[in-house]
């Protein structure tokens, strides 16, 4: 009977591999020119059957295909097609290398490029370095985020700002990804500026929920920054000169063609300016930031690659000498990638990730100092299985150890204030992850994945429960190590495209994500103070479930395409405040929480025009987004304050001649929801406001047009430079910032509205040079 | 309060140099009419006031309708004063004398409704001296040197007169809590936004200890009369002490004060 099981098992292992006879090709796409590797190229096999497959991360590939005779086309967004013969009877090694076309006047390339439509999971998008570098922005300064902003389901915090929600998430429910590490603060200068230097940056992709099982953490969108690698062929130096601010990139092989580095950094200098300000709080005053990118990689041998990648990056402002407030990021990353064979590829990565801000009060009797601290390190293990022509599988896992120091005040011996150091929290967050990407046919795919996610907050420490009015109710210590309470959660995410034809499909989704990091923040805007607490006994994991639909098409041979999508998210356990919370050096700070749930929904549009001398897009919003706190509003559901129902944003580039590059973008919103008086009173013989209900209001529409021109010097094999002269908001425009409410000036017995607008037409020029 | 001001002042510098402000016209939906009641007992000598008085619209003038015929009570040291109301809106005690540690309680009925509130007056703390520092653009702010008891929560109103007048609009009003400073000497620069501090006047500086709720009532109430913008929270009426929907407070407190000349 054994026998007869095996023999029959042998026989069908026989019989199967007659049949298939299949050989993969693996290999890895670069740039020809400066050796980069391309992430999310297209490979395809083209035979009887079609097979295709997108390059990884690490412009790894990996395709499986009966032998046969193939044509193999290769192609990326900005570089030439590589199309070769390939005759598959055994396997093989292929790297490929991408000619980058010309930027110039670029010809009408129409490639093969209807995987675009169905290679990618709903609500995902990609923008390139070249769109962000010609879209025109405050300042001057190129600026990711702001131009990520600029698409469907995306908003901007506020004018200015490199702040964003996606599809009604908050701010602090964006995951952002430098090379793999956690961006804590993603902002400098209050948000006048992104951490991202875009000299430095290769690759950005935003996922708006729909994420892949890999990644989880956030409730809204995973925002993944990849660094550049380096040129491995040749030194280089580019860099920017601008009003405020000034970059400079070196790169180059470490050893030709196996290994490179970069080094990016980039300092304002706005504050030498305040200096001509005749008005003394402003000349006397201190602000600036500078940041540094800096990665290296080394080829070992076909199989072994490692990556080292850091960041580090600070603001400083202050006033005199007498106050002072400091914060930033630095993150680091090694990368260890390894191709087991050619169908299985591995990265693993350590992470570190810091983020933190003092502040320093220095008056003669008053000496001061604050630091406040979240730390984290990580082991990442990633797996991709190239199973087969229509199969390939992604598993790993994940640990985290976070660090939390929430607030240590030391003070001097005649200082007002008591020195207090609030004891660290420690927390665990891992997670396992598996997920599968399977063609069943030629049109029809699935993407479905499943994340188990663990977090645990652990002692040492006192951990309080509190009563409804926020007293403790009970005390517990915790010894070292010990977990005080921990999460278990699946997070199934799952998406289906179908491909209608050849230019054409339809695609949807469901995720879960969960949530264990939340950012306090009891104001409208980013503060650099603002407080991650985690999870815990008091505070429950956030929940989100999005289901999401969307049709794709692509017009006139691919020139042309458009996506519209649908969603509706579910939030739970979200988190708002008490009247009056003490949010800063509150031991007690869970105790001034309260919790509710809400919901978004909404349509989004978007065409492109992406070949030609024009080309651009449009994106529009349509949604809505709720909330229903605890004793808010009599708890009924309310427009959130990143409400806006109607977001349009259109982005025009139009390249005149080789010298001239002209571009534009044009925005409008709805105002956010905001909370206004609906009567006064007196009190003390101050006029005080009576407010009806939160976010009973509507600010007024925001719309802004900007423009820049990019002159391209004389170009010689040695030197290129070039300028741009930007205009932000071109008419003008008064947008309301905020409005405040307050007595009249002139007539005491009268009350008044007075609106604040930021910025009116801010012109910047920069210098930007490469050699 | 510091971190916030240094906060402000980058928003003050990208706004003085790029931004701009206009008056602007709103339409802002009317709420009911509501009740108002402030009152106070403190350490000093009484009489001592409660006033009734309504809100009004946003559009209307500040002319708050003073609220006649209520009946008002305060209970405290055994008895029960009946307030007797001498100007339309403003009852004052008979025979009321406020002492520290006590509970005091109370009572306003109008049109038959209730409104009732306790406050218990908290331990006298001295103020010792005023003292200056200049602030940006030489702006004078008063300091204020007293010993924070050690052991207890504390929580101070301070109040400033200039030559007898309360400032302008409330300015001059601010509270601290010891909860980051409990058992210092405290210096405590009242940051009041106004230029009412100047050469040549009287000024006066009141400190009154209060109880925790009306700590958070008064504290509440800076915050949404700040600037309404950027490092502020969405704003919310807040939480009286006061129970069955009136606005306002109701305050047992002590009083030190302390008077200088500014030169």
């Known amino acids: 009977m054994k026998?007869?099981?095996?023999?029959?098992?042998?026989?069908?292992?026989?019989?199967?591999?007659?049949?298939?006879q299949k050989y993969t090709i693996n290999g890895t796409i670069r740039d020809q020119k400066t050796g980069e590797t391309l992430i999310g190229a297209t490979i395809v096999l083209v035979g009887n059957n079609t097979y295709s497959v997108l390059s990884n991360a690490y412009g790894f590939y990996s395709i499986t295909a009966p032998k046969n005779d193939y044509v193999l086309l290769a192609t990326f967004s900005g570089y030439e097609n590589d199309t070769l013969k390939v005759s598959l009877s055994k396997d093989r090694t292929l790297n490929l290398d991408l000619k980058p076309r010309p930027t110039q006047l670029q010809e009408v390339v129409i490639s093969s490029r209807k995987n675009d439509i169905t290679q990618t999971l709903p609500g995902m998008q990609k923008i390139s370095m070249t769109e962000i570098k010609n879209v025109p922005v405050l300042f001057g300064e190129k600026d990711i985020l702001k131009t990520i902003q600029l698409l469907p389901g995306i908003k901007s915090a506020g004018e200015g700002s490199s702040g964003f929600f996606v599809r009604g998430g908050a701010a602090d429910q964006n995951l952002i990804l430098l090379d793999e590490a956690t961006v804590y603060n993603a902002s400098h200068l209050l948000g006048f500026f992104s951490t991202f230097n875009s000299d430095a940056i290769k690759d950005v992709t935003i996922y708006k929920g729909d994420m892949p099982a890999q990644y989880g953490g956030r409730l809204s969108s995973l925002l993944d920054i990849k660094m550049k690698d380096g040129d491995d062929k040749k030194y280089k130096v580019t860099g920017g000169i601008g009003l405020i601010s000034s970059r400079l990139n070196v790169e180059g092989p470490i050893v030709k063609n196996k290994g490179s580095f970069m080094i990016s950094a980039r300092r304002t200098y706005a504050d030498l300016f305040l200096k001509l300000s005749h008005d003394s709080s402003v000349n006397q005053?201190?602000?600036?930031?500078?940041?540094?990118?800096?990665?290296?990689?080394?080829?070992?041998?076909?199989?072994?690659?490692?990556?080292?990648?850091?960041?580090?990056?600070?603001?400083?402002l202050g006033y005199s000498n007498q106050f002072g407030i400091q914060w930033g990021n630095s993150t680091g990353t090694i990368r260890w990638n390894h191709i087991f064979n050619n169908k299985l590829f591995s990265n693993t990565s350590f992470i570190y990730s810091n983020y933190n801000y003092n502040i320093s009060i220095n008056q003669t009797n008053n000496k001061l100092f604050i630091l406040s601290r979240i730390k984290d390190l990580s082991v990442k293990e990633d797996l991709q299985y190239f199973a087969g022509s229509s199969n390939k599988v992604n598993f790993g896992f994940n640990i985290t150890r976070h660090i939390f120091t929430p607030g240590n005040i030391k003070t001097s011996a005649s200082s007002s204030f008591n020195s207090l150091i609030l004891p660290d929290k420690y927390a665990f967050d891992g997670a396992a992850y598996v997920s599968d990407e399977w063609a069943l046919n030629d049109r029809l795919k699935f993407n479905s994945g499943l994340r188990i996610s663990m977090f645990a907050m652990v002692g040492p420490g006192d951990f309080y429960t509190y009563d409804s009015s926020g007293s403790i109710k009970t005390t517990e210590t915790y010894a070292s190590g010990k977990i005080v309470k921990s999460y278990l959660r699946a997070e199934p995410r799952f998406a289906a495209t179908y491909q209608l034809n050849d230019f054409s499909s339809v695609k949807a989704s469901y995720s879960r994500?969960?949530?264990?990091?939340?950012?306090?923040s009891n104001s409208t805007g980013s503060n650099p103070t603002d407080l991650w607490i985690p999870s815990s006994n008091n505070v429950k994991p956030e929940i989100a479930d999005q289901f999401s639909a969307g049709y794709y098409r692509n017009f006139g041979n691919n020139k042309y395409e458009f996506s519209g999508e649908v969603y509706y998210k579910n939030l739970q356990n979200q988190i708002d405040y008490k009247n009056g919370a003490i949010l800063v050096a509150n031991q007690l700070v869970e105790s001034q929480l309260v919790f509710g749930k809400g919901r978004a929904y909404g349509l989004e549009l978007y065409a492109r025009k992406k070949v030609g001398k024009l080309n651009g897009w449009i994106s529009y919003t349509l949604s809505r987004t709720e909330?229903?706190?605890?004793?808010?509003?009599?708890?009924?559901?309310?427009?959130?304050?990143?409400?806006?129902?109607?977001?349009?944003?259109?982005?025009?580039i139009y390249q005149l001649n080789k010298k001239w590059t002209f571009s534009s973008d044009f925005v409008f919103n709805t105002g956010n929801a905001v909370t206004w008086p609906s009567g006064k009173y007196e009190v003390n013989g101050r006029t005080v406001f009576y407010y009806a209900e939160r976010n009973g209001y509507r600010m007024p529409a925001n719309n802004r047009l900007d423009v820049s021109a990019t002159l391209e010097g004389k170009k010689t094999k040695k030197f290129e430079g070039s300028w741009t002269f930007a205009l932000y908001n071109v008419y003008g425009r008064e947008n309301p910032y905020f409005v405040q409410f307050r007595d009249d000036p002139t007539d005491p017995q009268k009350t008044q509205a007075v609106q604040y607008s930021l910025f009116r037409w801010v012109p910047s020029v920069t210098y930007n040079f490469k050699f | 309060m510091k971190i916030k001001i240094t906060y402000n002042l980058i928003f003050l510098i990208f706004f003085s140099l790029l931004g701009c402000k206009k008056v602007i016209n709103v339409s802002l939906k009317n709420a009911d009419v509501q009740l108002v009641i402030?009152?106070?007992?403190?350490?000093?000598?009484?009489?001592?006031?409660?006033?009734?008085?309504?809100?009004?619209?946003?559009?209307?003038?500040?002319n708050f309708p003073p609220v006649s015929g209520a009946f008002v009570t305060i209970t405290g040291n055994g008895i029960t004063d009946t307030l007797e109301e001498k100007e339309a809106g403003n009852y004052f005690t008979h025979q009321l004398e406020g002492k520290p540690g006590e509970r005091y309680s109370l009572l306003v009925s109008v049109n038959g409704k209730n409104y009732a509130a306790t406050s218990v007056m908290p331990e006298p703390v001295k103020l010792d001296s005023l003292t200056f520092t200049l602030g940006r653009d030489n702006d004078i702010y008063p300091i204020a040197n007293f010993q924070d008891p050690e052991g207890v929560d504390n929580y101070y109103q301070f109040i400033e007169f200039a030559d007898g007048k309360k400032f302008n609009n409330g300015r001059g009003n601010s509270v601290f809590d010891d909860r980051l400073s409990d058992g210092r000497y405290i210096k405590r620069t009242l940051y009041d936004d106004s230029d009412d501090v100047k050469p040549g006047i009287t000024l006066k500086v009141q400190m009154n200890c209060i109880d925790k709720a009306v700590f958070n009532y008064l504290n509440e109430l800076s915050q949404i009369s700040g600037d309404g913008g950027f490092s502020s929270p969405a704003p919310a009426n807040p939480d009286s002490n006061i129970s069955g929907g009136a606005l306002g407070y109701f305050s047992a407190n002590t009083v030190s004060s302390k008077t200088v000349e500014i030169h």
């Open chain 1, 627 to 652: 909330r229903k706190i605890e004793s808010v509003n009599q708890n009924n559901w309310y427009p959130a304050t990143q409400d806006q129902t109607h977001n349009l944003a259109i982005v025009a």
């Open chain 2, 38 to 62: 402030t009152g106070e007992v403190n350490n000093l000598p009484g009489p001592y006031k409660v006033t009734v008085s309504k809100s009004v619209d946003f559009t209307s003038v500040n």
């Open chain 1, 513 to 520: 994500n969960v949530q264990n990091l939340h950012l306090l």
């Open chain 1, 285 to 316: 005053s201190i602000i600036y930031f500078y940041d540094l990118n800096a990665k290296a990689n080394y080829q070992f041998n076909p199989n072994n690659r490692v990556y080292l990648s850091g960041y580090f990056g600070k603001d400083v």
């Open chain 1, 3 to 20: 026998k007869g099981f095996f023999l029959t098992v042998a026989l069908f292992t026989v019989l199967l591999s007659f049949a298939q």
